[in-house]
């Protein structure tokens, strides 16, 4: 039995001798590792369809993880708590592992690294992923503003600049296509925290029939149907 040693490279020598006292020797080198290792990093989840590529939200059933960790260590993967997969980083450390979300839900990732002494980290990350493959509803149209035809919501105006307003899912982005003939302009423009949103072209519209298609984005990237909208500018007097 081998007294302890402290960690660090050590040199055994062995030496064997027979009855008529020849003796050989070999040497053999030991590696004693008793550190854990540092605590492996999440840095991305891939594809993050959220509304920045790093708020971990998706809407996608298979996520790439990357992050670093010690080199050429094991990487063990726990969602939920649950252990549900197994790699290795490469020499400069970096590691990848696809996970499957199954469903609707927000996840806790965690991941924990063993060292090639065997030594095992703490667990670390603790990174939240959102999957949200709901689409929400299509936003509603609330006004036309001015509308100065006949009626309030007749959708006549004559203002070149009108401003739609309506509501949709919170914190979604709005995005607006208006047509005329083969004239296409595209706006965009985000809903508050509690919904509302409006949207003011910043050049004037030509006079005449227009039609305003509308959908939202939610904070996972899913879009909503789309909600036409006519309105009418006439600015002639």
């Not at 050989?24 to 540092?38: E, I």
């Not at 063993?114 to 990350?125: C, L, W």
């Amino acid at each position: 039995k081998l007294p302890a040693m402290a960690d660090g490279v050590h040199v055994l020598t062995f030496a064997a001798e027979d009855l008529a006292g020849n003796i050989q020797t070999s040497s053999r080198t030991l590696v004693v590792d008793t550190t854990a290792p540092a605590l492996a990093q999440i840095l991305s989840i891939t594809p993050d369809t959220g509304a920045s590529d790093s708020d971990s939200i998706t809407n996608a059933a298979n996520v790439e993880l990357a992050g670093t960790v010690e080199a050429n260590a094991q990487l063990k993967v726990f969602v939920q708590g649950k252990l549900v997969a197994t790699t290795t980083a490469d020499a400069q450390g970096v590691w990848k592992q696809t996970i499957a979300l199954a469903a609707e839900a927000k996840y806790t990732v965690d991941v924990q690294s063993i060292d090639a002494a065997g030594n095992n980290s703490k667990t670390s990350g603790g990174l939240i992923i959102t999957h949200d493959t709901k689409a929400p509803n299509a936003p509603l149209v609330a006004s036309l503003s001015p509308d100065t035809g006949a009626s309030a919501i007749d959708g006549i105006t004559s203002a070149n600049q009108p401003t739609i307003t309506g509501t949709a899912e919170a914190n979604a982005w709005i995005n607006l296509v208006f047509t005329q003939g083969t004239q296409t302009i595209s706006g965009k423009t985000q809903a508050s925290a509690t919904g509302t949103w409006s949207f003011q072209p910043s050049n004037g519209l030509n006079d005449g029939i227009w039609q305003v298609s509308i959908t939202a984005d939610d904070t996972a990237g899913n879009r909503s149907a789309a909600t036409q909208r006519g309105f009418t500018i006439d600015t002639i007097a």
